[in-house]
């Protein structure tokens, strides 16, 4: 787990009060390399997976985490990982997810175990959350450079970008797993990538890697990594996704001591999001990032204001509604805990590794009218616990206690349910407060729901 179970956190992040940080936004594992998608209303961010203690980019899985109001955010099971390719042996690095043909389609970076350079493999799903399969069953192109972003224009073209130290550019076919006519080296002008300030002859301009294009009111827009190290962020426009491109200045300094940093920006719901990676969590590094995102709104011009990494991240953009089912492992912030695949939800996951003191907010939960009753799935191999639903803070109004006794198995699962008192009205950050005798894990906890009052 990246961070301890202390005042630690907070000290490091500058957190003076828990429920104004949102960045970064998981806290139960280092995540880095963001690439946002929105599908069906909801907000995907698709990230690598760096290790605990990690001291090289040796990642081995890819992860995935989504979010209806932009502030609780859930956890999905890895969608894919370095075995999906068996021609691949290493480095699961920065990838990107679009949607096409009735299907999810997944372009990541991995080591080619034969030829021993870095190769683009295409990863296909049903679904967004996965799991992906080798759409192919090798390659689709290997130049041994790396950060596929992609991009789908208005007529229909599909684009690849990728690199580094280079950039480059391919038009794929409507399948979406092959492409046509040359793969194309963008030129890396110092009118459209500026020019690196140490005279570096192998590399004059300030690109770097990690590009990512989009449209947006006619405008053709290309982030990029510039520098290094450490990296910071800038972007180019241009009339066409094949450019030529203008550059137009820093989009984030560089902050923390990560030396990469990685961008990705998208809409949702009226407003603008960029994604991107920090050292920000206990422990963080250049090989223990962490994803995070930020608000912001384009200048009259159609130039992006440059932006500050955060710790409060985005406005909430609406309530949590707990009279449905809501997953556990939906959290605008935790402490202590872990998460696993479930074994009774299907493709689900479930909050893990619960000790005395460990507690998980979520943000803006909509009581309305006010609740009656609570309600948990929950299991425990030991003598379980209790959770304290609180209000507004780890120490706040105590709302109810469930207890959760063992059942014979981490993975036997049964619900309990307890009364709530009439303080649950209107909207609350709630706080799920785990407490139980002894240091040992408590229980597990895969779902909650309120029931209102009559």
């Known amino acids: 787990m990246p961070f301890s179970k202390s005042s630690l956190l907070y000290a490091l992040l ?35 997976h760096d290790e605990d203690n990690s001291t090289s980019y040796n990642l081995t899985e890819w992860l995935v985490y989504s979010s209806s109001d932009m502030a609780n955010w859930q956890h999905h099971r890895s969608p894919m990982a370095l075995p999906t390719f068996d021609w691949a042996d290493a480095q699961a690095w920065a990838g990107q997810v679009i949607a ?61 970008y990728w690199g580094n130290p280079d950039l480059w550019y391919v038009t794929l076919n409507p399948d979406m797993v092959s492409y046509s006519g040359n793969i194309t080296q963008v030129p890396l002008t110092a009118s459209g990538f500026d ?11 300030m690109y770097e890697e990690a590009p990512w294009l989009y449209l947006r009111s006619g405008v053709y827009y290309l982030l990029w ?21 203008t550059q137009r200045g820093v989009l984030m300094a560089a902050a923390g001591i990560s030396s990469t940093n990685h961008p990705g920006i998208v809409d949702f719901r009226g407003g603008s999001y960029f994604v991107y990676h920090n050292s920000a969590l206990p422990g963080g590094g250049s090989y223990t990032r962490s994803v995070a995102v930020e608000s912001f709104v384009y200048n009259d ?16 953009v609406q309530d949590l509604d707990p009279f449905v089912r809501q997953e556990a492992e939906t959290v605008a912030w935790a402490e202590g805990v872990e998460m696993e695949d479930c074994e009774e939800d299907e493709g689900g996951v ?42 507004d803070g780890v120490d706040g109004v105590l709302v109810a206690t469930c ?29 799920f407060v785990f407490t139980g005798a002894g240091e040992e894990v408590l229980f597990n906890f895969d779902w909650w729901q309120f029931v209102s009052v009559e």
Request: proline share 8%; aromatic share 8%.
């Open 100 to 160: 096409r043909n009735d299907q999810f389609y997944f372009y990541v970076p991995v080591h080619h175990r034969d030829t021993q350079q870095m190769a683009i493999g295409v990863g296909v799903s049903d679904t967004i959350t996965g799991p992906y399969k080798d759409a192919i069953g090798a390659p689709l192109l290997a130049n041994d450079q790396i950060d596929p972003t992609v991009f789908i224009d208005t007529d229909g073209q599909a684009y690849l």
């Open 225 to 245: 990594a510039a520098d290094c190290c450490p990296e910071h962020i800038r972007y180019s426009t241009g009339p066409s996704a094949t450019g030529p491109w």
């Open 14 to 48: 500058g957190i003076t009060t828990l429920t104004n940080a949102l960045n970064p936004i998981v806290q139960t594992v280092y995540t880095a390399d963001p690439a946002p998608l929105v599908h069906n209303d909801r907000m995907y961010i698709f990230t690598g």
């Open 195 to 205: 020019v690196r300030p140490d005279d570096d002859p192998s590399r004059p301009s």
């Open 403 to 431: 207890t959760v006794p063992g059942t014979g198995g981490w993975q036997s699962w049964r619900m309990v349910e307890c009364p709530v008192s009439d303080e649950a009205i209107e909207v609350h950050d709630l706080f």
């Open 350 to 391: 479930d909050v893990t590794d619960i000790n005395r003191g460990d507690y998980i907010l979520v943000k803006g939960v909509g009581f309305g009218r006010g609740a009656a009753v609570f309600r948990a799935r929950v299991a425990s191999g030991a003598e379980g616990g209790s959770i304290e639903l609180r209000l």
């Open 301 to 316: 011009d159609g130039t992006i204001p440059e932006m500050k990494m955060s710790v409060e991240g985005p406005a909430q």
